[in-house]
Structures are given as C-alpha cells and as structure tokens.
C-alpha cells in the first residue's frame, strides 16, 4: 500500500481537484452527460457535507487530489438511529487498485469516521454501471437494499439505480 498517500478532511483549496477527479470519471468512463452545477453538493462541499455527522475527505497525493469520499449527514431513524449517506466516492484512474490502496483507505477512514460520530446506518446509491464498485461495496459489508428501502432523507440521485446498506453493531 502506497504510505506516500494522506487522508484529510476536504478545505476549500481542494475545490478544482475534487472536480479534476470526479467529473471525468463520470463523463468519460462513465458516459454520464454531467456537470458541475448540475451538482450542488459539489459546489458547495462545506454546507452539503461538513455538517451533522458529516464530512468530506479526500485522499491527496504529492500535494494533488488523487480520491474524494462524502458523508452526508441524513437525520436520524424513527427508532433514532443516526443515518448518514455515502456520496461521491472516486479514485483517479491512476491510483485504482491494491498497489495503492486509495479506495480502500478512503472507504476505511469514513466508516472510522461514521462509528466514532455516532452513525448507525450508511446509505449508498450508484449506478448500474459500476460493477467494481458493487463487488468493492458488497465486499466491505454494505448488503444491497432495494429502493423503497431507502430513508426518505436519502439524497437519490437521478443516475442511481442499485442501493446500499451498511450497518455498525451496537
């Protein structure tokens, strides 16, 4: 695993990479026709993520973004159980895989993160087309949910269509 790359929290000098890696993953590998301001949360990380229980990490490499994470914050069960949303998770084409780690890392962090701010369920929503992101996912404890499964507060996007589950015990 490569050791030469942190996990932080997200500062707004951060903004342009966060969008450096993300929107030609979607565009590109994707197909998606999307763009920044079709995406609020990403114009304003701090607001959208960094509150609640929330946050926005990204995992940096020789000063560039090479890896972002979210966790939204989504009210609490009728049961009162902390919810949270795992959003916008993506690694530069570059970085994939065991050699570096970055997925895994990031993926690490935020449940780290998520337990220890009290969160009892994460959410996550993506699309059918991406099937590493599925196994990753379903190899690291989340078990897929159906939609109406969902919390009410669940930010769905319009291009998910496969949902998650992960929950901590306790």
Do not use: C
Request: neutral net charge; glycine residues 8%.
């Amino acid at each position: 695993m490569d050791q030469t790359i942190r996990i932080r929290p997200f500062a707004p000098a951060d903004r342009q990479g966060v969008l450096d890696v993300i929107l030609p993953i979607q565009r590109e590998e994707f197909g998606i026709d999307i763009t920044a301001e079709d995406q609020p949360d990403l114009l304003g990380i701090a607001a959208f993520y960094q509150t609640g229980r929330g946050d926005f990490w990204v995992a940096e490499h020789d000063g560039a973004v090479v890896g972002t994470i979210g966790l939204k914050d989504i009210g609490e069960s009728k049961e009162a159980k902390p919810q949270a949303a795992l959003r916008k998770m993506f690694v530069a084409a570059p970085y994939r895989g065991r050699q570096h780690g970055v997925a895994l890392r990031l993926l690490d962090h935020l449940l780290m993160e998520a337990q220890s701010r009290g969160v009892a369920e994460i959410f996550l929503g993506t699309t059918a087309k991406f099937l590493a992101a599925h196994r990753f996912y379903e190899k690291n404890g989340f078990s897929e949910i159906a939609r109406r499964a969902l919390p009410a507060s669940f930010p769905v996007m319009a291009v998910d269509t496969k949902f998650y589950l992960r929950r901590f015990a306790g």
